[in-house]
């Protein structure tokens, strides 16, 4: 998921004179090439959506530790980016997606004709950023709508996302005789891509998910509890199966598990006690 690659690392680019694009070429080269990724990669079919470190942290502002950020190089590194993806500066307002994406997932979400799996860059259970690192929360009205349709969907929906530097899994529990409000579980996988970068590597983010996340925005006094299963800081790839347990209705059976990219093995839990592994069903 979200920032499954860093092109903006200390020390990337500018100096090998090959020119933006080479640079931004090389860094998916040198993860998807390295020996300790490519059995994940090559294990089953994956699923990835582009981040901020497709160009640099927080794209499009500017970020004084980031040389490519900086005028005189700058435009050169966004057009390289450019070419994969795109992405639009913070403004009051901004928006998350098209009006033409949101009608296609208020569709997809209200027509479900069986469990669902909700692919974000992001992860729902967080709460906002600041100028340094937005988050999904910090586009209330996008945020509130995924909330909605997804306590409101016909079907469960898993929730994937990736960003925030860790492996974890964590659920907002179901409040019995409330409607529209099941279970809701999330599974975030990040950063396989630090596999070829051991510099970075030493530097690593916490396991951490808030205890309370807010649907309507932060100052509504409207919340959901959440609650940290388990998760790992290590380097992680997370592999996910799905079968189908009953040809009468349309439950299916999830296994989640974080693998230990270095160790290849399924990583032992930071949180709590044991292995970064679970199963349960949706329907």
Request: glycine share 8%.
């Amino acid at each position: 998921m979200g920032d499954h690659l860093y092109t903006d690392g200390p020390g990337f680019g500018l100096n090998n004179g090959g020119g933006a694009e080479k640079d931004s070429a090389q860094r998916y080269v040198d993860y998807w090439a390295s020996p300790e990724y490519q059995p994940f990669l090559t294990h089953s079919p994956n699923f990835f959506t582009c981040d901020d470190h497709e160009f640099w942290n927080n794209y499009p502002e500017s970020q004084p530790r980031l040389r490519r950020t900086y005028p005189d190089v700058r435009a050169q590194y966004q057009r390289a980016a450019l070419r994969l993806c795109e992405r639009e500066p913070f403004p009051p307002g901004a928006r998350l997606i098209s009006p033409q994406q949101e009608a296609a997932l208020r569709d997809w979400a209200h027509h479900l004709a069986g469990p669902g799996i909700l692919a974000l860059g992001q992860p729902l259970l967080d709460l906002p950023g600041d100028w340094t690192d937005r988050t999904l929360a910090d586009y209330p009205g996008h945020d509130a709508l995924l909330w909605e349709l997804i306590e409101g969907a016909p079907h469960q929906i898993l929730i994937l996302s990736g960003d925030i530097h860790s492996g974890r899994y964590a659920i907002v529990p179901e409040r019995p005789g409330v409607a529209h409000r099941p279970r809701i579980a999330e599974f975030v996988t990040s950063p396989t891509s630090l596999v070829p970068v051991p510099l970075l590597g030493q530097h690593r983010s916490s396991v951490a998910v808030p205890s309370r996340v807010h649907p309507r925005g932060a100052a509504s006094p409207e919340s959901r509890d959440v609650i940290p299963q388990f998760g790992t800081n290590l380097d992680n790839f997370g592999l996910i199966h799905l079968r189908w347990l009953a040809r009468d209705r349309p439950r299916i059976r999830v296994t989640l598990q974080l693998w230990d990219v270095g160790g290849q093995r399924v990583a032992r839990s930071q949180v709590g006690s044991g292995d970064c592994t679970v199963e349960l069903d949706v329907e």
